[in-house]
């Protein structure tokens, strides 16, 4: 495994440069804030940019929580890249990432000067500092719609696949501080869980899903007809298991509290077991 480090100070652009640089020098996985990254998906990890705690976010990017780092160490293990771009701040956070990942130390070393002018630097610097913008180096779609303030937030493509553009990389984030929490708008949340929820073999129709906001998490009520399932009360345990783990995980936003409301029930025959499905749905 060959490893490149791009370093570069926060908010210099390394992110929004990095999938470039990585298509130039063939490079297969990206390593920023906390997330392992291969072929423009998250495979691995958890972002930094989730957490409100400015001391959290500096561990979880260097990979300081022994349960985080196993995870993306198992799942270099399993991707097993030729070649590896880690972004940090200083060339030591980049060392003290490949150690705690038992990766090789840096073969070479970017520098933001070279890969971008001062003007340029600059202007990532503003929209930062200006703006509240940062960059994830996988495809997102920005939604524009914000219900909840003035926060544009985007949702990663692995849930909507069909709209991807390399150019859409910008996450708008809050002003009053680059480590703040990560606020997704009343409509992109809603559309993330009506994605996760229609996938659901158990699922027939979604009718409503209500969303309140509380503190830095959410509550949310979600009102569905379900199929003839047999065990509806541990597939729903299931179902708010698995909206709160998701919907983290590709929004950074926290569910503090699911329920479920059964508005229905669609007879279907010969339903699949549900312990088979939960099973195979994990």
Known sequence: MKVYALVG??????????????QRYGIDCIIDDGLLISQGTIVAGKSSKAEVSKIKAAKIAVFYFPEHRQQVIQALKKIHPSKIMVLGISLAMVEKICERLQMPVP???????DIASPTEIETALQARVGEGKHTIPVPLVELKRNLWGNIVDAIP???WGWFYSSREKTVVRPPFSYLGKLVVSENALRSIILVLLA???WVER???????????SVNTRVACVFRNYTQL????????RYLREK???LSGVELKEVNIDIDGIYVVKNPI???EVVESIR
């Open 199 to 201: 996938n659901l073999p």
């Open 247 to 249: 919907v983290e995980y």
């Open 157 to 159: 493509v692995k849930v």
């Open 233 to 240: 009360l541990p597939i729903c345990h299931f179902i708010q």
């Open 107 to 113: 073969a070479e070393i970017v520098t933001i000067e």
């Open 206 to 216: 979604v009718n409503d899903i209500l969303l309140h906001k509380v503190d830095s």
């Open 273 to 275: 077991v549900d312990s």
């Open 9 to 22: 100070p926060t908010g210099t652009g390394k992110s929004y440069r990095a999938p470039h640089i990585a």
